[in-house]
């Protein structure tokens, strides 16, 4: 008999990070970092599960949590062997339902829920074949590639063929990256020293930490007062040189025309990219941005829904960088969708990291893209933010300010059940204690 | 004491439409039409409730009533008049709350049940008035108006004071237009003859019902197979005769080349709008398929999420109609936003109707912006889909193809305890007995 899932198993994880304003930002003041957490069992005799989740900011995880359950009767009993003859198939039998798709379609509670379910089953597919998840995408023939692909609403802009062709060309040069990737690992940056709620003291000691470790790229929250920001960057600025790349992030804060007229405020400082200068949704808003802004580039992507969005930010070279989500797209399925239309466009992928568990998905998917799609790291770097690790059973390596890259089989997602259960919500010791303290 | 929220009841409420394919088309072949229900009590001693829903399709409602219980500590205990006191900050307190925004921001699941508790809220409003809705937002100064609405990403087409002014030019002509409003009602069209899932006879009949009743607005979904299509739209052509409108839906189900080609096809049998041709999200493609196929026009919106999306659909003159909907948006607050924006840039509305409960609502969304903000009835007609109206306490009423001005206080939503009681789901007696029965 084949590999079986059996059973869907889901959890309302959730860490108080909001205590220490870790991950504050002008549009998130508090998030409580969360997960919605999946595991799939199997039939498997040695136990062989797939684990899953999606990144939430604390309330509202519940939903998340209903989505999942909503999903569930559409992965029991399904073989392994079944859903790998048919991967786009599969992921539209979830994404695409006819009842479920209306509070989408593919966007919002349930299309985060659908990441969290497939990203576990991707989880078993690299687990059952060995292989950390960028090496089984590595290892894919193009055909396979695309066979995984939904291309509904996005070939206007890229077709099948088209996309097996841009992988054909990368597929004999694969090795000779995998080389250097492995023994150099992939470009990152720092968010750590940024965050919009630290003191200056904080922010220096974190700068000076960074940089004796080797870190080139470092990240700014900006989009609280415009003064504020920009006492910040000029700080920033000169711990780090005039050398290093300094990105900011606004996470939304600003209208289309002051988005524009605070970054003439910015410019003097060199900042390479602004991030979600303004609402996720305004391509022609983010467009209007770029044009006006140039040569400092346009980043966004961590609340970018779909692949249809994506295609519309390249089409309209709105943006400059493509910060796609682990979990806010549909999981693998639908990232691999987004890095041959960034490839296609010329844009580079550079994936949202930080919350719980991101910096741990986005690895495999700048590496494969690097190995298989873009083949280049140029212009790339991933984002690092060090909070929660220790909670992973094989959490990302960083050496010298870079990823290295994974070697554990599956997607590295798989958190320590103790972590688990001592941060389930609201039922777990750690909210318990939190409640009794009064906080 | 003032008036007071004192308690929000969330029922998941569900009717078995699939067993009759009411409802069926190209994307939504069995649809279930569903409420997530929403009850908000008061102190008052007579017993006064807010009433809201939102519409779903089956699978997923019980998400939405997750939805609602998150948002659901934010209105307990809050004053009405502390709400009217400040609208737009107490729609943001539920919107832009920064840990909920995170599943949204401003779409999905979060975002539907936004719309059933604050339009629950407007319930409120109209009915301590003792007015219909569409009243209580006509006799509301243009100053009361602005103080509603989130200008938040859309300034850059629409600033406070541009709206203030459109709505001060109409102010002095509203009471005309009340007048014939309130003796010739609003115009309507009809979807109830073309459903997909209906056979040639079945389509005949009610198009002749229809003919008989006055229509002169109808609708057919295509969008299944481009053949069958055809013939579909050459019978209800030739039924209603040259002159009366036509319009076709394809409710999602193509890419945009597709789009395009397929309307070739259409062409010759006039039609005047092609509605949802493909991705709501995909505002360049429908920008391009509008340009291509002048001068039949495109609408859509039934799955616009939001004010952003419009302000973009608008900007990229990628629709000539405007069919927003009154649950999809967040309540009548992002509404208003909405139909200002549409008039300014001169797009007419025709407010997505159907499901359950929705011409309920739209008819006073309508009438508000032909009194107060477009003035007009030229090229507006209002979708009519003759389900489920007996549910409800104060349902729509028509004549000769138009709706009737509504006269009760509220937001005409209310259904009987009784209907909701038998169709709770899964637990109440429809749903058991349909179990039963094995269905």
Redesign the interface.
């Known amino acids: 008999m084949g590999l079986k899932i059996t059973d869907l198993v889901v959890q309302d994880v959730r860490f108080p990070t909001s205590l220490s304003l870790d991950g504050s930002d002008a549009?998130?003041?508090?998030?409580?970092y969360s997960a919605t957490y999946v595991i799939l069992k199997t039939n498997d005799p040695s136990g062989l599960e797939g684990h899953g989740l999606t990144f939430?900011?604390?309330?509202?995880n519940?939903?998340?949590?209903?989505?999942v359950n909503?999903i569930k009767p559409f992965v029991i009993g399904l073989e392994i062997d079944a859903i790998k003859a048919d991967m786009c198939g599969f992921w539209r039998s979830i994404a695409a339902?006819?009842?479920?798709?209306?509070?989408?379609?593919?966007?919002?509670?349930?299309?985060?829920a659908t990441a969290a379910v497939v990203n576990a089953v991707w989880d078993i597919l690299a687990k059952e074949a060995g292989k950390p998840l960028w090496k089984l995408l590595v290892d894919m023939s193009p055909e396979e590639i695309i066979a995984c692909i939904d291309f509904?609403?996005?070939?206007?802009a890229l077709t099948p063929d088209q996309a097996f062709k841009m992988l054909q060309e990368k597929a004999s040069t694969k090795t000779k990256r995998e080389a250097i990737l492995l023994s150099e690992g992939y470009p990152a940056y720092t968010t750590s020293a940024g965050w919009l709620g630290y003191s200056d003291d904080k922010m220096w000691a974190l700068c000076q930490k960074a940089l004796a470790e080797g870190w080139q790229d470092f990240k700014l929250k900006v989009g609280a007062d415009i003064e504020e920001d920009i006492r910040r960057i000029a700080i920033m600025r000169q711990e780090i040189g005039p050398d290093r790349r300094l990105m900011i992030d606004a996470n939304?804060n600003w209208?289309?025309?002051?988005a524009i007229e605070n970054m003439v405020r910015f410019a003097p400082y060199d900042p390479w990219w602004i991030e979600e200068p303004?609402?996720?949704?305004?391509?022609?808003?983010h467009a209007?941005i770029a044009k006006a802004i140039h040569p400092i580039g346009v980043a966004t992507g961590e609340?970018c829904?779909?692949r249809?969005?994506f295609?519309?930010f390249f089409?309209?070279q709105a943006i400059q960088f493509c910060q796609l989500d682990s979990c806010r797209l549909g999981s693998i399925n639908e990232i691999l969708a987004v890095l041959l239309l960034a490839a296609k466009f010329n844009v580079p992928v550079c994936p949202h990291g930080g919350g719980v568990g991101l910096c741990e998905y986005i690895q495999h998917i700048s590496m494969f893209d690097y190995e298989a799609v873009s083949g280049t790291m140029d212009n790339r770097t991933l984002e690092y933010v060090d909070h929660l690790h220790e909670h992973f059973i094989n959490p990302v390596r960083m050496r010298k300010g870079r990823y290295l890259a994974p070697t554990q089989p599956g997607y590295s997602i798989e958190m320590f059940s103790a972590s688990r259960d001592d941060h389930i919500y609201p039922e777990g010791p750690v909210w318990q204690k939190l409640k009794e303290q009064g906080k």
Do not use: F
């Not at 509904?152 to 206007?156: A, E, G, P, R, S």
């Not at 303004?278 to 808003?285: A, F, H, K, M």
């Open positions: 549009v998130n003041p508090d998030p409580d939430t900011i604390g309330r509202g519940e939903i998340c949590v209903a989505a909503a339902d006819s009842q479920l798709r209306w509070i989408g379609p593919e966007k919002g509670a349930i299309h985060l509904k609403y996005i070939t206007d939304q209208d289309v025309t002051e303004t609402s996720p949704d305004d391509i022609l808003g209007r609340h829904h779909n249809v969005m295609k519309q089409q309209a």
